[in-house]
T-cell receptor, first 113, second 114 residues
Framework: DAGITQSPRHKVTETGTPVTLRCHQT?????MYWYRQDPGHGLRLIHY???????DKGEVSDGYSVSRSKTEDFLLTLESATSSQTSVYFC????????????FGPGTRLTVT | TQLLEQSPQFLSIQEGENLTVYCNSS?????LQWYRQEPGEGPVLLVT?????EVKKLKRLTFQFGDARKDSSLHITAAQPGDTGLYLC??????????????FGTGTRLTIIP
């Protein structure tokens, strides 16, 4: 199994509070991704990184920011959490972009009350 | 934004039956991947198809990429309870920066009844 961990695995927070999710990899892969998964929507890309300090927006980036100061860590921040951001968040990594396999972490279940 | 529609959204069949699920788009992809996800876990890659018309087999699973590279299908023969899961297709697209990324489909949740 690819070495990907996510923390926390579960979190309940209140509307308006900031939240940071962490993805940590031990594979030294260049690309890292943050997705959210909601019923009927499959996986939707929030942000991704193609190198340290190099990031780009995905299709549902509003309300989220990311940072990558080291190859192994990719942080997702909800500046002011809203109930619509209640979801399961997955981190993924890949050696390059595009058609190569993406390896996924175990997910973080976030509930915003 | 590219959109991949999967059908059916839910499918529940008896063990031993055959089934086909579909992944369709109005856009052309240079490759398409199929992932399976089990409850509480992240998706895991099953196969990547690259050439229009390509067929790949993985034991009882047969994957086909459409000739025009806009659609794909997954056929399972003699389904078993272990096939239960969420099946996701994903096509690769090129971002504004030239970095390729995947667009995932809406998913088919398959349940095989023993």
């Amino acid at each position: 199994d690819a070495g990907i961990t996510q923390s926390p695995r579960h979190k309940v927070t209140e509307t308006g509070t900031p939240v940071t999710l962490r993805c940590h990899q031990t594979e030294n892969h260049r690309y890292m991704y943050w997705y959210r998964q909601d019923p009927g929507h499959g996986l939707r890309l929030i942000h991704y990184s193609y190198g340290v300090k190099d990031t780009d927006k995905g299709e549902v980036s509003d309300g989220y920011s990311v940072s990558r100061s080291k190859t192994e860590d990719f942080l997702l921040t909800l500046e002011s959490a809203t109930s619509s951001q209640t979801s399961v968040y997955f981190c993924a990594i890949s050696e390059t972009g595009g058609r190569v396999e993406q390896y996924f972490g175990p997910g973080t279940r976030l509930t915003v009350t | 934004t590219q959109l991949l529609e999967q059908s059916p959204q839910f499918l529940s069949i008896q063990e031993g039956e055959n089934l086909t699920v579909y992944c369709n788009s109005s856009s052309v992809f240079s490759s398409l991947q199929w992932y399976r996800q089990e409850p509480g876990e992240g998706p895991v890659l099953l196969v990547t198809v690259v050439t229009g018309g390509e067929v790949k087999k993985l034991k009882r699973l047969t994957f086909q990429f459409g000739d025009a590279r806009k659609d794909s299908s997954l056929h399972i023969t003699a389904a078993q309870p272990g096939d239960t899961g969420l099946y996701l297709c994903a096509g690769d697209v090129r971002s504004n920066f030239g970095n390729e990324k995947l667009t995932f489909g809406t998913g088919t949740r398959l349940t095989i009844i023993p």
